[in-house]
Antibody, heavy 122, light 110 residues
Framework: EVQLVESGGGFVQPGRSLRLACTAS????????VSWVRQAPGKGLEWVGF??????????QYAASVKGRFTISRDDSKSIAYLQMNSLKTDDTAVYFC?????????????WGQGTLVTVSS | QSVLTQPPSASGTPGQRVTISCSGS????????VYWYQQLPGTAPKFLIY???QRPSGVPDRFSGSKSGTSASLAISGLRSEDEADYYC???????????FGGGTKLTVL
């Protein structure tokens, strides 16, 4: 069974950092890209960024709203993806979901984690 | 303001057919596949439609997708109470070099 489990969320003050983890199981993690998508309270979905699989260079791409502050990485040996969030702002308050994709097969965001809540407040 | 425009709400009665639109531009819908997701209250989104009109296994054939030019639509026929959810379209944007989601449509089954 495919599973994605996020962890690391919590309460943090503006300007501080937080690292989220996405632990995968039930599939060959290294074959897939991983995206982070967030949802502010009562709002819609916002793509944050992704990391491609090593087969596609393992490169990353980010939304303009987080570029330069957030970094996505992966450890295929542990089947974990990370979202390092620096210089956090109150606008970053959201539930953060990790999701996988294999775009060449049309499998874009086909499985999602349950999400982890990040609250940025003073 | 989202790059993709969806109506904020839609409604129908059980058994009816409803459609949800997603309007974009030549840099996203006009040149790439559209994907749809269903989000039930308090849960993670669920993969509903891929590559404009393909259904993953397990998704009922009551759900269908289509695309024409720079717009796409999700249709739900034989509406059921359990279809009450938020629906999002998503597509790659060539100018932004990233994925974009529509603002979401809250479907109410009356």
């Amino acid at each position: 069974e495919v599973q994605l489990v996020e962890s690391g969320g919590g309460f943090v003050q503006p300007g501080r950092s937080l690292r989220l983890a996405c632990t995968a199981s039930g599939f060959i993690f290294g074959d897939y890209g991983v995206s982070w998508v967030r949802q502010a309270p009562g709002k819609g979905l916002e793509w944050v960024g992704f990391i491609r699989s090593k087969a596609y260079g393992g490169t990353t791409q980010y939304a303009a709203s987080v570029k330069g502050r957030f970094t996505i990485s992966r450890d295929d040996s542990k089947s974990i993806a990370y979202l390092q969030m620096n210089s956090l702002k109150t606008d970053d308050t959201a539930v953060y979901f990790c999701t996988r994709d294999l775009a060449v097969a049309g499998r874009v965001f086909d499985y999602w984690g349950q999400g982890t809540l990040v609250t940025v407040s003073s | 303001q989202s790059v993709l425009t969806q109506p904020p709400s839609a409604s129908g009665t059980p058994g009816q057919r409803v459609t949800i639109s997603c309007s974009g531009s030549s840099s996203n819908i006009g040149s790439n596949y559209v994907y749809w997701y269903q989000q039930l209250p308090g849960t993670a989104p669920k993969f509903l439609i891929y590559r404009n009109n393909q259904r993953p296994s397990g998704v009922p054939d009551r759900f269908s997708g289509s695309k024409s030019g720079t717009s796409a639509s999700l249709a739900i026929s034989g509406l059921r109470s359990e279809d009450e959810a938020d629906y999002y379209c998503a597509v790659w944007d060539d100018i932004l070099s990233g994925w974009v989601f529509g603002g979401g449509t809250k479907l109410t089954v009356l």
